[in-house]
């Protein structure tokens, strides 16, 4: 068959598809809100696709996956130790791959500025303080959604040798550190979490060097000063934060989740004039650090959105 007759088929039939208006359900569920905000920052600027938010899911980045799985989405925020965890139990979970690489998700440690935690040992009435991630070990450190995951692998891979407790959610976190259940928080993505910006009471302190070091695999560096409360800047490690899809099948969700791929690439100039902060950190052509998925080049139109 005629090469050329082959090409012009082929846009026939991309054209058809998109005159469809097909939808993508896209999990944003996040303990901090932040997943929720950056879909409804990129579908203020989406024409050509139909990007909603799939509804009754919970359970931030880990409940977004398994929505995902379920076939309650077509597409899902989460961080990408999550998904490193998940795939390391489960070879299954190999035809999920990235359809946008985003930004990375800084590791929030937070502890109290006046702690209620009390030393072990030698002096069990003493209050202590700590200055790294380091120094919680044997301590209670609490997290919801996928900073669970976050965590378990700072205290297992990591050596960090704290014990992790896990929330419903961000709320129940916060109010644990206050309490006194907890002797830090952990909460994983791009500050400044929504959150967090008006707690009080509470610093921040770095992941440290020698956890650091043994799971440089799986994170980045990165550095925290986006809180008013927090005078100074904090090194810590970040996941990098993705919209994943199971790899396609039909050519129809290819052109579908393509489209939504264009959609974002061109909105992005735009988000990271105007958007959330969080936008600064995409890098253009950033393909992220899991299988990258392969989909056709297509064009869609933008809407014209209010500067």
């Not at 002096?123 to 301590?139: I, M, Q, R, S």
């Not at 958007?275 to 253009?284: A, K, L, R």
Request: glycine share 8%; net charge neutral.
């Amino acid at each position: 068959m005629n090469k050329m007759f082959v090409a012009v088929i082929a846009a026939v039939a991309m054209t058809t598809a998109y005159a469809e208006d097909p939808t993508v359900k896209v999990a944003a569920d996040s303990s901090s809100g932040t997943y929720a905000k950056a879909l409804n920052e990129i579908v203020a600027h989406c024409e050509g696709v139909n990007v909603i938010q799939a509804s009754g899911v919970s359970g931030g980045a880990v409940g977004n996956l398994d929505a995902l799985v379920n076939n309650q989405a077509q597409a899902a925020f989460l961080h990408s130790d999550v998904y490193l965890s998940k795939s390391m139990a489960d070879a299954s979970y190999a035809r999920y791959q990235t359809l946008i690489a985003l930004y990375p998700e800084p590791i929030h440690v937070i502890v109290l500025n006046e702690s209620k935690s009390k030393a072990h040992g030698y002096n069990p009435f003493a209050k202590v303080v700590f200055t790294t991630l380091g120094d919680l070990k044997e301590y209670k450190v609490g997290a919801a959604g996928g900073g669970v995951y976050t965590a378990q692998i700072l205290t297992g891979q990591g050596q960090g040798g704290f014990e992790v407790v896990a929330f419903n959610s961000g709320k129940e976190v916060i109010d644990a550190l206050a309490n006194g259940q907890i002797d830090a928080a952990i909460f994983v993505g791009a500050a400044p979490l929504p959150n967090l910006q008006n707690i009080q009471g509470v610093h921040l302190i770095p992941v440290g060097e020698l956890i650091a070091s043994r799971v440089s695999t799986v994170y980045r560096q990165a550095k925290i000063s986006a809180y008013k409360w927090q005078t100074t800047p904090v090194a810590t490690l970040a996941p990098l934060a993705n919209i994943m899809a199971k790899k396609p099948n039909s050519e129809t969700r290819k052109l579908v989740l393509a489209q939504f791929r264009s959609c974002f690439n061109k909105a992005l100039p735009d988000l990271q004039d105007d958007g959330s902060p969080m936008w600064e950190n995409v890098q253009p052509g950033d393909h992220g650090t899991l299988t990258w998925m392969d989909l056709p080049d297509v064009d869609v139109k933008m809407k014209a959105v209010k500067k």
